[in-house]
């Protein structure tokens, strides 16, 4: 790629760990890589958990090529560890030289999310339903307007993760009504639930689309944040 044509940042973050904010990252690079983009995996998290995904997904790679069904194997997966204030810097070069970036950043507040935020198109916030999660949502509007005042560009797309699977608990609908109360950020249209075959697949080193059995809901929720993000 050249500088004329740079390729696309999404930034997969979150004030607060525990919202399955890398098992988004890896299955939004793994839907990447399968659309035939030139795909990298940014690992910004000192927990290091993408890039051990992309050891262990490697290690799959490697056994399917020796199989009898070697055109069976999934993409590999290139993956990056950055840290620091250079973030910015390095996102900017490494954008003219692949098509889409997908960057996983801690779960708090960090110099490498904030420099994440300068460079990215747009960014994936994964929230759980639940208070401790809903109220980040006020600092997260706060570093959005501190950001975009470096990149106006920048679009911001609230994803509710880990939601339960029971109809009957309310505890969505209502985080979706207190996301709509910020104009930093949109709600994205469906959320993605606490399955088991995300857990599954994620430790085979797999997106949900690539794990077997097959778990539809799965693949339809990752699928439908995916185009939307996208748009």
Not at 57 to 71: C, G, L, M, T
Not at 87 to 109: F, K, P
Not at 112 to 126: F, G, Q, W, Y
Not at 188 to 200: K, L, M, S, V
């Amino acid at each position: 790629m050249t500088d004329e044509k740079k390729g696309r940042i999404i930034l997969v973050g979150a004030e607060k760990g525990g919202t399955a904010k890398t098992t988004t990252a890896v299955n939004l690079a793994v839907l990447s890589a399968r659309s035939g983009l030139d795909t990298l995996l940014v690992d910004t998290d000192m927990q290091g958990s993408a890039s051990d995904w992309t050891v262990a997904r490697d290690e799959v790679i490697e056994k399917a090529s020796q199989s009898d069904k070697p055109n069976g194997r999934p993409p590999r997966i290139a993956c990056l560890q950055k840290f620091g204030k250079g973030l910015a810097r390095e996102l900017e070069d490494l954008s003219t030289r692949y098509e889409q970036i997908i960057v996983d950043a801690g779960g708090r507040d960090s110099v490498e999310l904030r420099a994440a935020m300068t460079k990215a198109d747009i960014m994936v916030s994964p929230i759980q339903a639940s208070s401790f999660d809903l109220w980040t949502l006020r600092r997260l509007d706060e570093l959005v307007r501190q950001a975009q005042a470096f990149n106006s560009d920048l679009k911001v797309l609230v994803v509710i993760a880990r939601a339960s699977t029971n109809a009957s608990v309310t505890d969505t609908a209502e985080a979706a009504e207190l996301v709509g109360e910020y104009e930093t950020f949109s709600l994205a249209r469906h959320p993605i639930r606490e399955r088991i075959a995300f857990r599954r697949a994620a430790g085979q080193g797999l997106g949900v689309i690539e794990y077997d059995p097959v778990d539809e809901k799965a693949i339809f929720e990752i699928n439908a944040l995916y185009k939307e993000i996208q748009q």
